[in-house]
């Protein structure tokens, strides 16, 4: 009987004498967080439309690969802000069919010398004006501040009219209407209604086809997808792309991955919006209007995300509460979400921020779009993006067990002589029950008790070389409403000596 088991040393050595194999006794899962981010490059820029390029060093590179000025240039600034230790990939997508948005500025010379301030995609864009100045050379300042700021938009004076700047997406699609392209009334500016005329960005239209570059991604594993794309078909590819019957999260796959977006609209519009959708593996994050634009919410989100929930315990905690860099709140503050809009949100599968007394913009509730189950009846079970990534953990962890110790087995009802070579219904067992304590002591499960009295292994009677398991996983949850009755009392005690306190 043999009782110790060898890869590559042969049963039948005749030759002396001593013979060692090196073999790894294999180690627990151990995370690797990356997040693509899956954006519009300019034509400047070296990467291949459709194919995922990363991890990307720094700004310089993320310039070089994608333009400067490029959608994907500024989500990664943002992304790399919010995730500074996680590798940042990206996804360069085809400019759609469509047309660029395009706006306007006019200028009336303001006759005083001054800071003139406009603010452009939560940029703040400072130029110098003279009292001297006439209009022409005001724009002429302007149109050069703006550029200066390499924004995914371009001004350029009108050949007609010179105090007028044009100015143009970098980008062609719908998203680029409505951006923040306007001068600062908060602090002490030469620009006001009175001498500059603001027409705003509309005209743009079209949306990016996500369907063939999400299949370039291939087999590799990207947790954290983060996109500004919300529109029907866009989320109807990512649905497809990540869905749990053929998609990365199918048995087949086993990839897994969430995608982040963002989406500005009215509460009714996106509690709408988010009515209509069914997902658990997409989160849409909902404003009214923010200086900072989609596809930097999204990135913002996405990177906070991969630097919190790739590993455990912190798996396990809510994200509430951390501040998102880089992006602001509406200037206009009828705009916030108060705790009714929020609450009208979440119901409805639409994710929020909120906004602290110091301006800066956290997250509130991350919400997938899940709210019924395939019968149709509501179903809570996946509505935190938190769950989500919980479940990514736990499968892998499981996978990873199991792979380290019977990935080269065989297979039987019983091992009465303890060979190494075989595994069992229970030895199997018995090492997800192990895995199973491993998560509970890492922070990500509870109850192992009832893990092991619920859990199933078993042979399949049709397919003697195959188990089957029912794993009833119960993942650690998140601290999200502490309600408290306060009672007041004038005293406890009663003139008779009874307590007052029931």
Same mark, same amino acid.
């Given at each position: 009987?043999?009782?110790?088991?060898?890869?590559?040393?042969?049963?039948?050595?005749?030759? *002396?004498?001593?013979?060692?194999?090196?073999?790894?006794?294999?180690?627990?899962?151990?995370?690797?967080?990356?997040?693509? &981010?899956?954006?519009?490059?300019?034509?400047?820029?070296?990467?291949?439309?459709?194919?995922?390029?990363?991890?990307?060093?720094?700004?310089?590179?993320?310039?070089?690969?994608?333009?400067?000025?490029?959608?994907?240039?500024?989500?990664?600034?943002?992304?790399?802000?919010?995730?500074?230790?996680?590798?940042?990939?990206?996804?360069?997508?085809?400019?759609?069919?469509?047309?660029?948005?395009?706006?306007?500025?006019?200028?009336?010379?303001?006759?005083?010398?001054?800071?003139?301030?406009?603010?452009?995609?939560?940029?703040?864009?400072?130029?110098?004006?003279?009292?001297?100045?006439?209009?022409?050379?005001?724009?002429?300042?302007? @149109?050069?501040?703006?550029?200066?700021?390499?924004?995914?938009?371009?001004?350029?004076?009108?050949?007609?009219?010179?105090?007028?700047?044009?100015?143009?997406?970098?980008?062609?699609?719908?998203?680029?209407?409505?951006?923040?392209?306007?001068?600062?009334?908060?602090?002490?500016?030469?620009?006001?209604?009175?001498?500059?005329?603001?027409?705003?960005?509309?005209?743009?239209?079209?949306?990016?086809?996500?369907?063939?570059?999400?299949?370039?991604?291939?087999?590799?594993?990207?947790?954290?997808?983060?996109? *500004?794309?919300?529109?029907?078909?866009?989320?109807? @590819?990512?649905?497809?792309?990540?869905?749990?019957?053929?998609?990365?999260?199918?048995?087949?796959?086993? /990839?897994?991955?969430?995608?982040?977006?963002?989406?500005?609209?009215?509460?009714?519009?996106?509690?709408?919006?988010?009515?209509?959708?069914?997902?658990?593996?997409?989160?849409?994050?909902?404003?009214?209007?923010? *200086?900072?634009?989609?596809?930097?919410?999204?990135?913002?989100?996405?990177?906070?995300?991969?630097?919190? &929930?790739?590993?455990?315990?912190?798996?396990?905690?809510?994200?509430?509460? &951390?501040? /998102?860099?880089?992006?602001?709140?509406?200037?206009?503050?009828?705009?916030?979400?108060?705790?009714?809009?929020?609450?009208?949100?979440?119901?409805?599968?639409?994710?929020?921020?909120?906004?602290?007394?110091?301006?800066?913009?956290?997250?509130?509730?991350?919400?997938?779009?899940?709210?019924?189950?395939?019968?149709?009846?509501?179903?809570?079970?996946?509505?935190?993006?938190?769950?989500?990534?919980?479940?990514?953990?736990?499968?892998?962890?499981?996978?990873?067990?199991?792979?380290?110790?019977?990935?080269?087995?065989?297979?039987?009802?019983?091992?009465?002589?303890?060979?190494?070579?075989?595994?069992?219904?229970?030895?199997?067992?018995?090492?997800?029950?192990?895995?199973?304590?491993?998560?509970?002591? /890492?922070?990500?499960?509870?109850?192992?008790?009832?893990?092991?009295?619920?859990?199933?292994?078993?042979?399949?009677?049709?397919?003697?070389?195959?188990?089957?398991?029912?794993?009833?996983?119960?993942?650690?949850?998140?601290?999200?409403?502490?309600?408290?009755?306060?009672?007041?009392? /004038?005293?406890?005690?009663?003139?008779?000596?009874?307590?007052?306190?029931?």
């Amino acid at each position: 009987m043999a009782s110790v088991a060898f890869n590559n040393i042969p049963g039948n050595v005749l030759v *002396p004498f001593w013979y060692a194999e090196i073999n790894s006794g294999g180690t627990p899962f151990q995370a690797d967080p990356r997040a693509p &981010l899956i954006g519009q490059k300019l034509a400047s820029g070296t990467a291949a439309v459709g194919q995922v390029i990363g991890p990307i060093q720094n700004e310089r590179e993320a310039d070089a690969f994608f333009g400067v000025g490029s959608m994907l240039s500024a989500m990664y600034r943002i992304a790399q802000r919010a995730a500074p230790f996680q590798p940042i990939w990206a996804l360069p997508v085809a400019e759609p069919a469509g047309a660029y948005a395009a706006g306007s500025m006019t200028f009336t010379a303001p006759g005083v010398t001054g800071a003139a301030i406009l603010w452009a995609l939560g940029r703040r864009i400072v130029f110098q004006v003279n009292a001297a100045d006439d209009a022409a050379t005001e724009a002429a300042t302007a @149109a050069a501040a703006i550029n200066a700021a390499n924004l995914p938009y371009t001004a350029a004076v009108d050949g007609t009219t010179p105090a007028k700047v044009n100015i143009t997406s970098r980008h062609k699609g719908a998203m680029f209407n409505g951006q923040e392209m306007t001068f600062a009334t908060d602090e002490a500016n030469v620009l006001n209604a009175s001498n500059v005329a603001v027409v705003a960005l509309t005209g743009g239209s079209g949306s990016p086809d996500l369907a063939a570059p999400l299949a370039n991604l291939g087999d590799q594993e990207f947790d954290f997808l983060a996109s *500004p794309y919300s529109d029907t078909s866009a989320l109807n @590819a990512v649905r497809d792309f990540l869905d749990d019957q053929s998609g990365r999260w199918s048995p087949y796959q086993q /990839l897994y991955g969430h995608y982040f977006t963002a989406q500005f609209g009215t509460l009714s519009g996106l509690v709408t919006f988010g009515n209509g959708r069914n997902d658990r593996h997409v989160t849409v994050i909902g404003g009214q209007r923010s *200086p900072t634009p989609e596809w930097e919410i999204a990135a913002s989100a996405a990177g906070m995300a991969c630097a919190h &929930l790739g590993t455990a315990p912190e798996v396990s905690r809510p994200l509430q509460s &951390l501040v /998102l860099p880089g992006v602001l709140p509406p200037r206009d503050r009828s705009l916030w979400w108060d705790t009714n809009d929020r609450q009208a949100l979440y119901a409805d599968g639409i994710a929020a921020t909120k906004v602290r007394a110091d301006g800066l913009v956290t997250i509130d509730r991350m919400v997938t779009t899940y709210q019924t189950a395939d019968s149709g009846v509501p179903d809570s079970t996946f509505r935190d993006v938190e769950t989500m990534f919980q479940l990514m953990y736990v499968a892998r962890y499981f996978r990873t067990a199991v792979s380290n110790k019977h990935a080269r087995q065989a297979l039987a009802d019983d091992n009465p002589f303890n060979l190494p070579q075989i595994a069992t219904p229970k030895s199997v067992r018995d090492t997800l029950v192990h895995a199973y304590n491993d998560l509970v002591a /890492l922070g990500v499960c509870e109850n192992a008790g009832l893990f092991a009295q619920y859990l199933v292994v078993e042979r399949d009677p049709l397919d003697a070389n195959r188990l089957n398991a029912y794993l009833p996983v119960d993942v650690v949850n998140q601290l999200r409403v502490f309600a408290a009755n306060i009672t007041a009392f /004038l005293q406890y005690g009663t003139p008779s000596g009874t307590a007052a306190v029931q």
